[in-house]
T-cell receptor
């Protein structure tokens, strides 16, 4: 059956600090990974992606790290701002097939 | 502007009724997807379609049906067999590695 009322893990971060959000993915054959940001009542927004032949990729204020050995993905946000408050999801796919999402992490930025 | 349009934004349904959620894209994407999101949870895949006139079940397809008669359109029907349909529904499309999401439809059973 479906589970209801679950609470997302929450990461509280002080404004200006760095944030690290972690994700364990499920399929060792996945070859492409994406981090999304979702604000309340909206669809997910693309943040950054990484292919399985890489272990690190940097964007503007964000860095994604991939550890295939332990099937772990992380998103680092530098100098976290109030506008970064949202739910963050990792997603994985294999051979450009269906995109599967992780459970998500709620990030709360405090002044 | 290219994008995905989901309509309506809010939808109310009586128990026992079927309801259809619309998803239209003008991105010329081959693949389209439907996800369900419950409060405080991640996105779960309902159905997806890689090409016109073909679609596959996702992880939670029971109580839902889809069609893909046109490349631009991938409507989702929530049937009376879906026991707990109240949720936020998201449609997406993709080409190569680029995925685009709609703004969602919030369905409430009253």
């Amino acid at each position: 059956g479906e589970s209801v009322g679950l609470h997302l893990p929450t990461l509280s971060v002080q404004e200006g600090d760095n944030s690290i959000i972690n994700c364990a993915y499920s399929n060792s054959a996945s070859d492409y990974f994406i981090w999304y940001k979702q604000e309340s009542g909206k669809g997910p927004q693309f943040i950054i992606d990484i292919r399985s032949n890489m272990d690190k990729r940097q964007g503007q204020r964000v860095t994604v790290l991939l550890n295939k050995t332990v099937k772990h993905l992380s998103l680092q946000i530098a100098a976290t701002q109030p506008g970064d408050s949202a739910v963050y999801f990792c997603a994985e796919t294999r051979s450009r097939q269906k995109l599967q999402f992780g459970a998500g992490t709620q990030v709360v930025v405090t002044p | 502007d290219g994008g995905i349009t989901q309509s309506p934004k809010y939808l109310f349904r009586k128990e026992g009724q079927n309801v259809t959620l619309s998803c239209e894209q003008n991105l010329n994407h081959d693949a389209m997807y439907w996800y369900r999101q419950d409060p405080g949870q991640g996105l779960r895949l309902i159905y997806y379609s890689q090409i016109v006139n073909d679609f596959q079940k996702g992880d939670i397809a029971e109580g839902y049906s889809v069609s893909r008669e046109k490349k631009e359109s991938f409507p989702l029907t929530v049937t009376s067999a879906q026991k707990n349909p109240t949720a936020f529904y998201l449609c997406a499309s993709s080409i190569q590695d680029g995925y685009t999401f709609g703004s969602g439809t919030r369905l409430t059973v009253v």
